[in-house]
């Protein structure tokens, strides 16, 4: 599962690099590391917000959202 979800989260990065110019957005340039590092409070925040509605409206599914932290 982590080598999948690495996988598909590298290609949604790329791509997301690729139509946005960081340089535009922050004045710099950054590695991808340094990018996933700047994504990783917002994936935290995001991933408890899915939890807590998982929780609640799926209960069988709440373990989802923090896969996704753990092979972040």
Not at 6 to 25: G, M, N, P, R
Not at 46 to 70: D, M, Q, T, W
């Amino acid at each position: 599962m982590s080598e999948w979800y690495q996988a598909v989260f590298d290609v949604i990065l790329e791509s997301y690099l690729e139509s946005l110019s960081i340089e535009k957005v922050l004045g710099e340039s950054l590695e991808k590391d340094e990018v996933k590092n700047l994504l990783l409070p917002w994936l935290i925040e995001r991933s408890c917000y899915e939890f807590a509605y998982e929780a609640k409206y799926r209960p069988e599914n709440r373990f989802i959202p923090l896969l996704g932290l753990v092979t972040f």
